[in-house]
């Protein structure tokens, strides 16, 4: 009777562990991410244009006014393929984990499909009229500024990287 009784607390006790394990399976990078620890960049060091992926571009004001060219999604909203282009507004925040690019597109002047999104089959959800970003500040191995914020699956941890566009 003894012995059951042992086996069955470790069989309960197992269960716990697995809890959570699964609890966790899919906390990736980006959900727990608390920031790169940058805290000495200012909104002026930041104010200028902005280069990334295919085309897309992002000027940042030193007024706090955006101008914003195919700018995809963050997180899942990557997925849905959409890019917005249109004006909005920008500023830099600082909390414990470093500093926070919060751009906010308020009138939205087109909208482009990614080529790399969902099969034509599959019906993609209307792109948001108004949408909000939150790039990561950090710097590079040159001391150069970039942006950054994850997309799609949060568990891969996908960066979206903006790099400062070279003046002509």
């Known amino acids: 009777m003894a012995g059951r009784s042992r086996l069955r607390a470790w069989e309960a006790l197992g269960g716990l562990m697995v809890v959570p394990a699964v ?26 244009g902005w280069g990334g992926f295919d085309g897309t571009r992002v000027a940042l004001h030193k007024d706090g006014t955006a101008l914003l060219e195919k700018l995809d999604g963050q997180d899942f909203d990557f997925d849905d393929g959409w890019r917005l282009s249109g004006t ?28 790399t999104a969902a099969a034509p089959d599959t019906e993609a959800p209307e792109p948001p009229s108004t949408y909000a970003w939150s790039f990561y500040v950090d710097r ?29």
């Open 23 to 48: 609890l966790t399976a899919c906390a990736g990078p980006s959900q727990y991410y608390e920031g790169t620890g940058l805290h000495d960049t200012t909104a002026a060091e930041v104010a200028g």
């Open 88 to 115: 909005g507004t920008w500023r830099l925040s600082d909390s414990d984990g470093g500093q926070v690019v919060r751009l906010a597109l308020t009138t939205r002047k087109r909208v482009e499909m990614r080529s």
């Open 140 to 168: 590079d191995q040159h001391d150069a500024l970039k942006l950054f914020f994850f997309y799609g699956d949060p568990d891969i941890g996908n960066t979206y990287l903006m790099t400062r566009e070279t003046r002509p």
